[in-house]
């Protein structure tokens, strides 16, 4: 499987913008589909899974509700919208798929920037 972040860019506080993660090259029936971020000098963290069979969708507390993940089958693709975007929220995204009740990512896409400006 491999996948493809896209979408980033430089916005201004409370703006918003929605990434994109194309999958190709496998089936995800078995997978969980992550945004995961990691902004300078911080370590990984999660941000929104979603459930590629089913769509059952989880979220990190800290969003409380300004992200929304979700994924068109029909195309292999998974979106983050992000809302009310604060400068907090800059980091380099990337979406990540393991296969569920395991811990580790078996997939990763390339990262893609996104700069909120104060």
């Known amino acids: 499987v491999q996948l493809q972040a896209y979408g980033g860019g430089l916005v201004q506080a409370g703006d918003s913008l929605r990434l994109s993660c194309a999958a190709s090259?496998?089936?995800?029936?078995?997978?969980?589909i992550d945004w995961v971020r990691q902004a300078p000098g911080k370590e990984r963290e999660f941000v929104a899974s979603?459930?590629?069979?089913?769509?059952?969708?989880y979220y990190a507390d800290f969003l409380k509700g300004r992200f929304t993940i979700s994924r068109d089958k029909a195309q292999n693709m998974v979106y983050l919208q992000m809302n009310a975007l604060k400068p907090e929220d800059t980091a380099v995204y990337y979406c990540?798929?393991?296969?569920?009740?395991?811990?580790?990512?078996?997939?990763w896409g390339q990262g893609t920037q996104v700069t909120v400006s104060s």
């Open positions: 990540a798929a393991k296969v569920i009740y395991s811990d580790n990512y078996s997939y």
């Open positions: 979603i459930r590629w069979s089913g769509g059952m969708t």
């Open positions: 090259g496998g089936t995800l029936n078995r997978y969980l």
